[in-house]
């Protein structure tokens, strides 16, 4: 049911299609939530957001998982008209390093083996680098990429297709990296960059205009966060399939643990994708690359601090990263709440247009 108010059905100009692209764990599924509750939804900058594809990537889990994972989570929230494409199943490079500590265990939904029934939904026959650059061409320039897994997928087509997908594309966003050079994988490298340092490097290098990117370290820092009690208790207890599900999932994934926080970094993207001006506390544009020599660095992201003094760029290049360094947590709760059907959840004042500076 669509949102009263200001929130509601936009004209198809307006329209803002989305190629996901995932390794579904827990965070994918509630960004994946987001964008398809947003559908109903006149954002406040008029936009209109509609997903064309789901495309699966090798990264929390293999590519076979994530793949099942999208169908499963599509299927707990009704909507199996989304069409979803298995995409790559190796990094670039094959890895010289065993990545043995399953975060989201070995089928990216820890492993719980209760799961809602597919049986005859499947993904498309389309790879999902074909299936990308298709949708380019059949919609240019109105199709806009949230990239939350490695970035293998994408770069791929960009390595098959080079210019002629570039030019197509509509904006680009990406969780993953870092600008502080804290790793969660490595001592200095983020998970997702990590796990294709040369995907991230070759989407970092051939970009033609900034990408939005939410790395590592606003996800952890600082007082953000929303307590693990509150997910659990209180948006646990909503009676939703997809909420049920990812409860069972998130309760036998981080409690053993000893975790006191939730973290979704995914859905943060989601959420500042959907509603910039709430999320976005701070970001500032730079030039940044990807390590790929370092012993201790491969993987981490660089950014060009030089920017702003009489050289501005030690490589010759433009900006080509919006850099998220801060976000606002009050929305997020409100928008994760709306996610996971929560009743008092009240977007449809997120949804209001902000009034212009006099």
Known sequence: MAERGRCEATSEQNNRLVIFDCDIGTDDAWALAMMLRAEDLLLPDGRRVKLVAITCVQGNTDVHNGTLNALRITTTLNRRDVPIYKGCANPIVPRTWSYTYRFHGIDGLNDIDDYPNIDGFKEKPEHAVNAMYRLVCEFPGRVDFLLLGPLTNFANCINLYGDDFLDKIGDVFIMGGNFQGKGNVSKSAEFNFMMDPEAAHITLENLKKPALILPWEPCIDGEFGVSLDWRLNVLGAVNHPFVELLTKVERSMLVPRGFEKWLSCD???????????????????FYATVELSGVHTRGQMVLDHLRGRKVDSIHGKKFNMKV???????????????????????????????????
């Open 324 to 358: 998220i360094r801060r976000l606002h947590s009050e929305a997020y709760r409100t928008i994760v709440s709306w996610a996971g059907f929560l009743p008092e959840a009240n977007i449809a004042e997120l949804c209001q247009p902000k009034a212009k500076p006099t």
């Open 267 to 285: 859905s943060l993207l989601s959420a500042a994708y959907l509603f910039p001006e709430a999320m976005i506390a701070d970001q500032k544009e």
